[in-house]
């Protein structure tokens, strides 16, 4: 079992920034790959971002590009999402995820879920 456990979410008016943290508890952290999916109001939830197990390759969805940031402190078993130039659009409730033996970019893939966090950003 892992436990995921998110902070950092809030409001901010757009163009600001955010980062969010995920703390992970249970199984060896490091062994896992890692990631980030968002809930906007009224849709479901999607692909934001991942990292593999070692951190050395991230993958984005298309509108966060250049944006938003995930990296990963294995020592301290956290992950983390810097979302900068923030987006009225961007507002959600963001979710933080694991997954045994490679990244996840939908629902059905992830083995862990956070309990999530909301941002909101306001034009």
């Known amino acids: 079992q892992v436990q995921l456990v998110e902070s950092g979410g809030g409001s901010v008016q757009a163009g600001g920034s955010l980062r969010l943290s995920c703390a992970a508890s249970?199984?060896?952290?490091?062994?896992?790959?890692m990631g980030w999916f968002r809930q906007p109001p009224g849709k479901e939830r999607e692909f934001v971002a991942a990292i593999s197990w070692f951190g050395g390759t991230t993958y984005y969805e298309d509108s966060v590009k250049g944006r938003f940031t995930i990296s990963r402190d294995n020592a301290k078993n956290t992950v983390y999402l810097q979302m900068n130039s923030l987006k009225p659009e961007d507002t959600a409730v963001y979710y933080c995820?694991?997954?045994?033996?490679?990244?996840?970019?939908?629902?059905?893939?992830?083995?862990?879920w956070g309990q999530g966090t909301q941002v909101t950003v306001s034009s």
């Open positions: 995820v694991a997954k045994w033996g490679g990244i996840a970019t939908t629902e059905s893939e992830v083995h862990y």
């Open positions: 249970g199984r060896t952290f490091s062994s896992y790959d």
